[in-house]
């Protein structure tokens, strides 16, 4: 894992203290990281999953996209999901609802994995 990668996973770790947060090297030198115990709202169920993402070797010069939860997550009104969530697929041999919320404008200077994350959840919540 680079240093960058090794900083942005102690960053999450920080910002969801008290859940769990696995990070497991990816070999280029980036990390898959999943956190888990992610509330996400009424509006679901179950209403709360897990967040998966890969923190790439580029980091933080490339945005952290996409994102992946549980695919057992559904809407409580039965209505669909919203655009922008695909799925079921597979990730890393699971399968996983995508949620594609690309940063078109990634700024490394301010831009971090963790804020990324934190949107990626407050846009599942607004759906």
Excluded: C
Aim: overall charge negative; aromatic content about 12%.
């Amino acid at each position: 894992m680079t240093s960058e990668v090794e900083k942005a996973i102690a960053e999450i770790r920080h910002a969801f203290a008290g859940r769990m947060v696995e990070a497991e090297d990816e070999p280029q030198g980036g990390a898959y990281v999943i956190v888990d115990g992610v509330s996400i709202g009424a509006a679901y169920a179950p209403s709360v999953t897990w967040f998966g993402f890969l923190i790439s070797f580029q980091y933080p010069h490339a945005d952290v996209y996409p994102h992946f939860i549980d695919p057992q997550v559904k809407r409580v009104d039965g209505g669909s999901l919203a655009s922008g969530f695909s799925g079921p697929t597979d990730w890393r041999g699971r399968p996983v609802i995508q949620v594609s919320r690309r940063s078109n404008r990634w700024d490394p200077t301010v831009d971090t994995a963790v804020a990324k994350l934190l949107k990626v959840i407050e846009w599942v919540k607004e759906q």
